[in-house]
């Protein structure tokens, strides 16, 4: 290959790139411009509707994205490195993926079918696909 041809990049990789990066960016802002829990917590009009027992350990479960068309609900638990995708019709967990160490924060790119977690034991978005529920890339995003 000569010093002026470049290789041809695939679009679609660089595009989960700067969405990956973008969702890791308004998780984290997003984070540090919530109150307290403490001063909203009495004014939330929740009901329980019911527990649903996930898999894995008792450990600290963090954020969570809802998917209101596919009626789904994503639960990141950083305590196993793993999201667990439930079925809210059901309601009943559905599938564990598993590989996504220290996992955080999470989004949705529902027009992708995409969902992105945070990984920050390995510093990279870990991406997701919402057919399959499987890994499907993986994009770095550096070190705190």
């Not at 027992?53 to 994503?74: E, H, M, N």
């Not at 309601?91 to 598993?98: I, L, M, Q």
């Not at 057919?131 to 770095?140: C, E, F």
Request: charge should be negative; hydrophobic fraction near 45%.
């Amino acid at each position: 290959m000569s010093a002026e041809a470049a290789p041809v990049r695939n679009t679609v990789d660089n595009g989960l790139r700067l969405i990956a990066a973008i969702a890791v960016a308004l998780m984290a802002g997003l984070t540090a411009c919530a109150p307290p829990a403490s001063e909203t917590a009495g004014e939330l009009p929740l009901t329980l509707v019911q527990d649903v027992p996930l898999p894995g350990g008792s450990t600290r479960l963090d954020y969570q994205v809802i998917d209101p068309a596919a009626k789904r609900l994503y639960v990141t638990h950083l305590g196993d490195g793993t999201v667990h995708v439930l079925d809210l019709a059901g309601p009943s967990v559905v599938a564990t993926v598993d590989g996504v160490s220290s996992v955080h924060g999470i989004a949705l790119a529902p027009d992708r079918h995409r969902v992105l977690a945070s990984s920050s034991g390995t510093d990279e978005a870990v991406i997701i696909d919402t057919d399959s529920l499987r890994i499907t890339g993986r994009a770095p995003t550096g070190r705190r």
